[in-house]
Every structure is written in structure tokens, then in C-alpha cells.
């Protein structure tokens, strides 16, 4: 059977669209960071089965470098990538293989559920650490596993003790936040700590690298994966099993859309003026 008779065959539940548009961030020789859409053809050559529709064609990407990375499976799905945001427009509208829901404000249940509810693929919240920690985070914590998160992500500042009693009262994993070398990462780890999810901005592939000789090759280590693929790669030969990746911001692809259509509607009356001097002559 041809290519094309197979596609014929299958032409009730293959969508017309062939393409979509993919968004993904790239550094200019300035190191500074531009959004780039992409038209990405779907090439049915590849043997991957893929659903594409007319309307849903704009995806935020995560690096594909993020792929090399061995993963971390939670209640059996395997986790390579952890999409770094709150928007729930993002979140629904990315290829990452979970979302890890952070904020630098006082958790709150209503937030947790807001993206859960809105996220289509596993969501690890975060529950305190700095001004929000003791009871407080017990039952955030308590709250997230049973509102559907995988997991809760708990701040650097976070107490072991606490840490404890969060572990005692939840049945998914807790991800303890390492920022430094300073931390005390055997403690969080002794106090039931299951992951550690690493930010320790430029000195975060030293830190993982330390932490995977430390640790050993079986715990898992989450970490931010830094501004490009480079970084991205050198993380993961560090010892990380997943990487976060932080995406662009609504208003950062909007405006390169309007650029896109301005330049649209330019090329139309480029070619509309055309047309009237050819009409002229």
C-alpha cells in the first residue's frame, strides 16, 4: 500500500492541517533572547501518527535537547520536561511533558486547582518554604494531592521538620528546592524529601553535578535547564534526570505575532498597489 492510499484510507480521522506553528526562544550574538515562531510541517514519512487542527496550531516548544535527558517516572508516566509557569493560556498550549507551578507569592488552594483543572498533563505545585511554611504548608500540601497535583514543590528556605510532616500527611512525591551549596540537602533528604529540584542560577550544573556524586545515580534530580540548548545539555550530563524550562511570556509572543501580522497586511498593500498601477497603465 502507497503512502498515499494509506492516507486515503485514514482520511476520516486525519485533520487537513499539515502544519503548525511552533514557538520557541533563540539568542541572538548578543546573548540576548528573541521569540521565533516557526512553521513546522507534519511529515507523515516519520511513522509518528499526529493530530493536528486548523485552530490549535500555535504550541509553545520546549528545547528538543531537553529529550536526551533519561526522565522521571511518577505513578508510571515518564517525565523529561516541566513547563516553568502559572498562565493557564501556556500551559495548555505547550508540548512540555508536565508544569511545575511556582509562584513568589503566598500559595493558595484556589491557584492550585485553577491549574490543575486547566492543565492536561501532570502538575507539581508548590506549597511554601519562605513566608509560607508549617501547618500551613501541611495543608496546602494536603490540599494539592487531593485537588489531582503529582507532586508538591516545596521553597530553599523550607525546614527539614516541616518537610517531615508534609511527607507524613501526602502520598506524592515531595520536591525540595536546592538553591546553593550552602543548603543542607542530606537533611531535606533524611526528612523524606523524594526529589530535589535545583535553581541555583549560573552555578546550577556545578550544583547538580556535586549533588549527583553526593546522592548517587538513583535519586531524582530536577533542574532549570539555563537560556539555551548548550546549557540545556550540559545540565543533564551533570546528573539531571528532567529540566524546567521557563517559557516566553504571553506578552513576549504577542508581540511577535503583531509583528507578523503587520508585516502581513504590509506585503497585501505592497501587492494591492501592484495591482492598481497594472490596472493604470
Given at each position: 500500500?502507497?503512502?498515499?492510499?494509506?492516507?486515503?484510507?485514514?482520511?476520516?480521522?486525519?485533520?487537513?492541517?499539515?502544519?503548525?506553528?511552533?514557538?520557541?526562544?533563540?539568542?541572538?550574538?548578543?546573548?540576548?533572547?528573541?521569540?521565533?515562531?516557526?512553521?513546522?510541517?507534519?511529515?507523515?514519512d516519520k511513522k509518528?501518527?499526529?493530530?493536528?487542527?486548523?485552530?490549535?496550531?500555535?504550541?509553545?516548544?520546549?528545547?528538543?535537547?531537553?529529550?536526551?535527558?533519561?526522565?522521571?517516572?511518577?505513578?508510571?508516566?515518564?517525565?523529561?520536561?516541566?513547563?516553568?509557569?502559572?498562565?493557564?493560556?501556556?500551559?495548555?498550549?505547550?508540548?512540555?511533558?508536565?508544569?511545575?507551578?511556582?509562584?513568589p507569592f503566598t500559595?493558595?488552594?484556589?491557584?492550585?486547582?485553577?491549574?490543575?483543572?486547566?492543565?492536561?498533563?501532570?502538575?507539581?505545585?508548590?506549597?511554601?518554604?519562605?513566608?509560607?511554611?508549617?501547618?500551613?504548608?501541611?495543608?496546602?500540601?494536603?490540599?494539592?494531592?487531593?485537588?489531582?497535583?503529582?507532586?508538591?514543590?516545596?521553597?530553599?528556605?523550607?525546614?527539614?521538620?516541616?518537610?517531615?510532616?508534609?511527607?507524613?500527611?501526602?502520598?506524592?512525591?515531595?520536591?525540595?528546592?536546592?538553591?546553593?551549596?550552602?543548603d543542607d540537602f542530606?537533611?531535606?533528604?533524611?526528612?523524606?524529601?523524594?526529589?530535589?529540584?535545583?535553581?541555583?542560577?549560573?552555578?546550577?550544573?556545578?550544583?547538580?553535578?556535586?549533588?549527583?556524586?553526593?546522592?548517587?545515580?538513583?535519586?531524582?534530580?530536577?533542574?532549570?535547564?539555563?537560556?539555551?540548548?548548550?546549557?540545556?545539555?550540559?545540565?543533564?550530563?551533570?546528573?539531571?534526570?528532567?529540566?524546567?524550562?521557563?517559557?516566553?511570556?504571553?506578552?513576549?509572543?504577542?508581540?511577535?505575532?503583531?509583528?507578523?501580522?503587520?508585516?502581513?497586511?504590509?506585503?497585501?498593500?505592497?501587492?494591492?498597489?501592484?495591482?492598481?498601477?497594472?490596472?493604470?497603465?
Amino acid at each position: 500500500m502507497t503512502d498515499k492510499e494509506l492516507r486515503e484510507g485514514f482520511s476520516g480521522f486525519l485533520p487537513e492541517a499539515s502544519s503548525y506553528e511552533a514557538i520557541t526562544v533563540e539568542e541572538d550574538k548578543d546573548h540576548e533572547s528573541h521569540v521565533v515562531l516557526t512553521q513546522v510541517e507534519v511529515e507523515w514519512d516519520k511513522k509518528v501518527p499526529e493530530f493536528q487542527s486548523s485552530l490549535r496550531n500555535r504550541i509553545v516548544e520546549v528545547p528538543h535537547e531537553i529529550y536526551k535527558a533519561s526522565g522521571i517516572k511518577v505513578f508510571g508516566k515518564r517525565i523529561k520536561s516541566l513547563l516553568f509557569s502559572t498562565d493557564v493560556a501556556l500551559i495548555r498550549n505547550s508540548n512540555a511533558g508536565s508544569v511545575i507551578a511556582v509562584y513568589p507569592f503566598t500559595p493558595q488552594s484556589v491557584i492550585m486547582q485553577a491549574i490543575i483543572s486547566c492543565a492536561s498533563v501532570p502538575v507539581f505545585v508548590g506549597v511554601g518554604g519562605g513566608l509560607t511554611t508549617g501547618q500551613r504548608s501541611v495543608n496546602l500540601a494536603f490540599q494539592a494531592e487531593q485537588l489531582g497535583a503529582y507532586g508538591v514543590v516545596v521553597n530553599a528556605p523550607m525546614a527539614p521538620e516541616v518537610i517531615a510532616e508534609i511527607k507524613a500527611q501526602v502520598d506524592v512525591p515531595v520536591i525540595a528546592t536546592i538553591s546553593s551549596f550552602a543548603d543542607d540537602f542530606m537533611a531535606k533528604k533524611e526528612a523524606g524529601a523524594d526529589m530535589f529540584n535545583v535553581s541555583g542560577g549560573s552555578k546550577t550544573v556545578e550544583l547538580v553535578r556535586h549533588l549527583r556524586h553526593e546522592l548517587g545515580p538513583e535519586f531524582p534530580i530536577i533542574a532549570t535547564g539555563g537560556p539555551n540548548g548548550e546549557s540545556i545539555l550540559a545540565t543533564i550530563e551533570a546528573g539531571a534526570n528532567a529540566i524546567t524550562y521557563t517559557p516566553p511570556t504571553t506578552a513576549d509572543i504577542f508581540a511577535t505575532v503583531m509583528d507578523k501580522y503587520r508585516d502581513r497586511v504590509h506585503d497585501d498593500e505592497a501587492r494591492q498597489e501592484i495591482v492598481d498601477e497594472e490596472a493604470t497603465k
